[in-house]
């Protein structure tokens, strides 16, 4: 199994210009949720999901947008980027239970800086 | 928010000796979880602990949850320099979401 693979690892972009990170898992798990990680700021929960066609938001969602539409893969859309999302994505996966998410496994992430 | 704040936000220490870090909540939870992240990685799962569990142990870590006072410590015991690295909490309600703290800084010197 490759596990949680995010690409791409680096990327730079201009103010206004869009771009999707890719995030696949191929453990067969339903839950997948895409995190920020700032300096001094911990992990923030921008969005998840549950399951292939449902999603919702989570702390920091605004300025993003995700889709499911398999099981495998979770993109995660920048719609005009912004100085203020330079930071550190990381996409991970949870197999389902009631009650969850549980163990999370951790992609490697996306060094994302905005200009 | 729920987020989990982690106590203190940097800890150094000798080899051999055991590091303590703690983690506080502000809602109820169905389970808390503690990860481990090397420099320039992705996390890491150490351990979960369930709301109804008070202690667990794995290998050379040990955790404990009262939910009562809302808090959560992660012990390892005999660190090495390897153990150097961030340590997050992270708190699941049953709302779906599992939520991070801020992390504690972890340096073993050799």
């Known amino acids: 199994n490759a596990g949680v693979t995010q690409t791409p690892k680096f990327q730079v972009l201009k103010t206004g210009q869009s771009m999707t990170l890719q995030c696949a898992q191929d453990?067969?798990?339903?839950?997948m949720s895409w995190y920020r990680q700032d300096p001094g700021m911990g992990l923030r929960l921008i969005h998840y999901s549950v399951g292939a066609g449902i999603t919702d938001q989570g702390e920091v969602p605004n300025g993003y947008n995700v889709s499911r539409s398999t099981t495998e893969d979770f993109p995660l859309r920048l719609l005009s980027a912004a100085p203020s999302q330079t930071s550190v994505y990381f996409c991970?996966?949870?197999?389902?239970?009631?009650?969850?998410?549980?163990?999370?496994?951790f992609g490697p992430g996306t060094r994302l800086t905005v200009t | 928010s729920q987020q989990g704040e982690e106590d203190p936000q940097a800890l150094s220490i000798q080899e051999g000796e055991n590091a303590t870090m703690n983690c506080s909540y502000k809602?109820?939870?169905?389970?808390l979880q503690w990860y481990r992240q090397n420099s320039g990685r992705g996390l890491v799962h150490l351990i979960l602990i369930r709301s109804n569990e008070r202690e667990k142990h794995s290998g050379r870590l040990r955790v404990t949850l009262d939910t009562s006072k809302k808090s959560s410590s992660l012990l390892i015991t005999a660190s090495r320099a390897a153990d150097t690295a961030s340590y997050f909490c992270?708190?699941?309600?049953?709302?779906?979401?599992?939520?991070f703290g801020q992390g504690t800084e972890l340096s073993v010197k050799p």
């Open positions: 992270a708190t699941n309600n049953q709302g779906g979401k599992l939520i």
């Open positions: 809602t109820s939870i169905n389970n």
């Open positions: 991970a996966s949870s197999p389902p239970s009631a009650g969850g998410p549980y163990e999370q496994y």
């Open positions: 453990m067969n798990h339903e839950y």
